[in-house]
């Protein structure tokens, strides 16, 4: 199974600040990625897909980056509704694998 | 609106089994890959299973292969998870997810609320 490591794996930051979360695969996995929001108690909401495709409805301060082994989720400036973990995920091969998460909270 | 709500969550002994559904609107079931992941408490998410638009195809995590058997009911938008053997483990919010793509190639644009299940004795 492909691995995923996302560094760090937890954050302090202020609202406004620049954000970059990385995740890495064990293996090439082209741009087959996601990157989900979670927040406390909710479930997931997915944010980009194909490693930098934005999802619909999620605000353009959010993009992504990468192919093959490495991957960034950036925040051009943090807002007070970001606080949260995000994961990252690989669809290149079944089984579907997950990041073990990013957890970003206030400064 | 496009929804997704997951029930047949509970509290089970080990060994026993549980069934979840869930109940989806707001798109063409019969036309996407559908998906249940979980998340024990406290941990990150784990991929379960997932079974092709037309039901033909299936998929299992290792950790559930001969345990789990994920189903879906086109024609009453639904989708299930059949879970016997059940162990502590097992123990998790589970989510019922749509594929993003028509042809399932697995990233998830849909979640329902999750249905909890918890095995102990």
């Known amino acids: 199974a492909i691995q995923l490591t996302q560094s760090p794996s937890s954050l302090s930051a202020s609202v406004g600040d620049r954000v970059t979360i990385t995740c890495r695969a064990s293996?090439?996995?082209?741009?087959?990625l996601a990157w989900y929001q979670q927040k406390p108690g909710k479930a997931p909401k997915l944010l980009i897909y194909?490693?930098?495709s934005l999802e619909s409805g999620v605000p353009s301060r959010f993009s992504g980056s990468g192919s093959g082994t490495d991957f960034t989720l950036t925040i051009s400036s943090l807002q007070p509704e970001d606080f949260a973990t995000y994961y990252c995920q690989q669809f290149n091969n079944y089984p579907l694998t997950f990041g073990p998460g990013t957890k970003v909270d206030i400064k | 609106e496009v929804q997704l709500v997951e029930s047949g969550g509970g509290l089970v002994q080990p060994g026993g089994s549980l069934r979840l559904s869930c109940s989806a609107s707001?798109?063409?079931?019969?036309?996407?890959?559908m998906h249940w992941v979980r998340q024990a408490p406290g941990k990150g998410l784990e991929y379960v299973s997932a079974i092709s638009s037309n039901g033909g195809s299936t998929y299992y995590a290792d950790s559930v292969k001969g345990r789990f058997t994920i189903s879906r009911d086109n024609s009453k938008n639904t989708l299930y998870l059949q879970m016997s053997s059940l162990r502590a483990e097992d123990t998790a919010v589970y989510y019922c997810?749509?594929?993003?793509?028509?042809?399932?190639?697995?990233?998830?644009?849909?979640w329902g609320q999750g249905t909890m299940v918890t095995v102990s004795s």
């Open positions: 707001g798109f063409t079931f019969s036309s996407y890959a």
């Open positions: 194909d490693a930098s």
């Open positions: 997810v749509k594929d993003l793509w028509l042809v399932g190639r697995g990233a998830f644009d849909i």
């Open positions: 293996q090439g996995i082209s741009s087959a």
